[in-house]
């Protein structure tokens, strides 16, 4: 009877990991927008400190800001997953990204690909600590935030 409840568990406990597994590879389109709304929630949580600091509404702060950057610059690698085909407004409601981010993938992927880079570079400005020179490198940054949400996302 033991060694029965055992296996069952076993069992039981093997489907649920190729449960996760399957799902885990084919992500349901609303989960995919929920990751990338979820990547950008992010992003823009740890961009707007920086921004308060650089129009001088919030004292500055060096560790805050590279600590703040270094989160934006791991983000930025992690949201272009969050752009699976199949996730667009034709497929889920609750979701602001527009079709040309499919139809015009190559100009897409260049503005993830530049956003990425200056999220890079304003990682490591920010370690430096030069009030100056982060302030030149955020304005660049957000610049690739706007550029792709005046093409790519819905107002
Ligand atoms: C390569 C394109 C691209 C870049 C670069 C980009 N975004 Fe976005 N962003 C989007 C798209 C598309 C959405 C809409 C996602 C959806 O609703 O499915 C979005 C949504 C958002 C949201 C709303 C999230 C939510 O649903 O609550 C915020 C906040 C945001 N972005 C901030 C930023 C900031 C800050 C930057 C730059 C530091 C940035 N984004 C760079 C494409 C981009």
């Known amino acids: 009877m033991k ?3 055992g296996i069952g568990l076993a069992s039981g406990l093997l489907g649920l990991g190729l449960l996760t597994a399957a799902q885990a590879a084919n992500p349901k ?3 995919v927008v929920k990751y990338r709304q979820s990547v ?3 992003i823009g949580w740890n961009f707007a400190p ?3 600091m ?3 509404e919030a004292p500055f702060d060096a560790a805050a800001v590279a600590r703040h950057a270094d989160y934006v610059k791991m983000l ?3 949201a272009p997953e969050g752009f699976a085909k199949g996730t ?3 497929v889920v409601k609750n979701t602001e990204a527009k079709p040309e981010i499919w139809t015009k993938s190559g ?3 260049t503005k993830m690909k530049n956003f990425q880079q200056e999220a890079a570079s304003l990682a490591e400005v920010a370690r430096g600590g030069d009030e100056k020179a982060i302030k030149a490198q955020f304005g660049k940054t957000a610049e690739t935030c706007k550029a792709c949400h005046k093409e790519f996302r819905k107002d």
Do not use: Q
């Open 88 to 90: 667009g407004p034709d």
């Open 54 to 56: 650089m129009k001088g």
């Open 3 to 5: 060694k029965l409840l």
């Open 40 to 42: 950008y929630t992010m």
């Open 76 to 78: 930025s690698t992690a």
């Open 50 to 52: 920086i921004g308060a």
């Open 107 to 109: 100009e897409f992927d």
């Open 29 to 31: 389109p609303e989960d």
